[in-house]
DNA sequence: TTGACATATTCCTATATGGGTATATGATGT
DNA sequence: ACATCATATACCCATATAGGAATATGTCAA
C-alpha cells in the first residue's frame, strides 16, 4: 500500500507546507486565490490543487464572488491535530516540569509513611 | 516531484497513524520492540520500519539492553507541531471565542468616539 | 461577441511510500 | 556450537503524490 492520501485527514493535509502556508495566511481573514497566489509566490495551479486538498479534509471553505473564490479557514479541522499534539507538551514545558517535581515530592510523602487513605 | 519524505519532518513522520499510535503508547514510558508489537497488533517489521521514521526525525531514542532494543519518546520533536497548531485554537475555543466578543466590544466603543489618543 | 481576467482541471513524470514476506544480524542460554 | 529469541533490513508492488505546463471553465467589461 502507498502513504495514505494527502485528503486522508487534516494530519496528511499539513504535513505538506506549502498548505500550512496557505493556512497561516487565511488567519489574517479570508482571501481570493490571487492574493494567496501573490503571497506564496507559486504558480497559481499549484495552489488551487493545494486549496482542493485543504477544502476536502475541511480546513477551508470557499464563498464565490463573481469571478473570483474567497477562501476562508476552518479552524476547527485542525482541532484533532492539536488535541493529539497537546498531551506531549510535558515534554518541553518548565510548567510541566515543575508540576512533575512537586507530583514527584507528594509521592515520596506517601511513600514515607504508610498510613493509607 | 513526489511527496516530502516521512522522514523529512515531524509533521510527515506523525501523519501516518501508526505511528502516532506508537508515540501514544510511549507516552506511558519506554517500552522495548516487541511491548510494541503487541500494543499495536502490527507485524513486527512494521513497527521497526516505523520507529526509524521516528528516530530519523528525532520523536524517539533508543538504548540497546541486551538482545533487546528500548525505546523512549523525545516529545521535543513535536513541539514545532504544537506550536504551529496553537494559534488555531482560538477557532474552536468557547474561551477565545468570548474573548473576541469583549474585543469586539471595546472596539465598537472605540469606534464610537472619535477622540483619538 | 470578443478579449481579458480569475480559477480549476488535466496530463505528465519521478519518487517515496506502507504492507507483505523473507532473511540478516546479533545476543542469550545450554 | 547450537537453537532460540529480539530486532532490523532487503525486496517487491500498487499507489498517490507535487511540480510543471497546457488548457478548460466561467465571469466581467466594452
Not at 60 to 78: C, F, I, K, S, T
Request: charged share 35%; net charge negative; hydrophobic share 35%.
Amino acid at each position: 500500500m502507498a502513504r495514505a492520501a494527502t485528503t486522508a485527514d487534516a494530519f496528511n493535509a499539513v504535513a505538506e507546507p506549502r498548505r500550512r502556508q496557505i493556512l497561516d495566511v487565511l488567519v489574517g481573514g479570508e482571501r481570493p486565490v490571487n492574493d494567496l497566489v501573490r503571497a506564496l509566490g507559486v504558480p497559481q495551479p499549484q495552489v488551487s490543487k493545494h486549496l482542493r486538498v485543504l477544502r476536502e479534509v475541511g480546513a477551508v471553505e470557499v464563498r464565490e464572488e463573481g469571478r473570483r473564490r474567497v477562501y476562508r479557514l476552518n479552524g476547527d479541522a485542525l482541532k484533532p491535530i492539536h488535541d493529539w499534539v497537546k498531551p506531549y507538551e510535558r515534554a518541553w514545558s518548565e510548567r510541566f516540569e515543575q508540576l512533575d517535581d512537586v507530583l514527584e515530592e507528594l509521592k515520596e510523602k506517601e511513600d514515607g509513611n504508610g498510613s493509607d487513605e
